[in-house]
């Protein structure tokens, strides 16, 4: 059975707690990503930074220069490296939560994502067909 660490994404980019909000906004778009870790300078995780925050508390052009411990969920549901993708897709589900830390220690060491879900959905259809 395939474990997080098959399909999460290792070393995921991140921000630190006094870093801008401008700063989330521009690398969402040009990551192409919804979700930023946000860890202290020596790599501990303590939050996360989701799109949906940025809309809801970025509305105006004055806020961006706060930092995005401001804005920042600090109760995070996370997953080992070595849980079974079956519980994780649980507490996605479950949880109604688009990403989930994948920490080791205090340290972030990866993260999956809904759309690493839909990305193993499709592999594994591609692969009952052919």
Request: aromatic share 4%; charged share 25%; hydrophobic share 40%.
């Amino acid at each position: 059975m395939k474990t997080a660490a098959e399909v999460m994404t290792a070393n995921p980019v991140c921000l630190y707690v006094e870093d801008p909000l401008e700063e989330a906004w521009q690398l969402m778009r040009k990551r192409s990503i919804r979700h930023i870790p946000i860890t202290k300078k020596d790599g501990t995780l303590v939050g996360l930074v989701t799109h949906r925050n940025l809309l809801v508390n970025a509305q105006y052009t004055s806020q961006l220069t706060l930092p995005v411990a401001e804005i920042m969920d600090t109760n995070l549901i996370t997953v080992q490296d070595d849980e079974n993708l079956i519980d994780v897709a649980l507490k996605l589900y479950d949880r109604k939560v688009g990403c989930l830390p994948v920490p080791h220690g205090e340290d972030l060491v990866g993260i999956i994502t809904s759309g690493d879900f839909v990305a193993l959905a499709k592999k594994l259809l591609e692969e009952s067909e052919g």
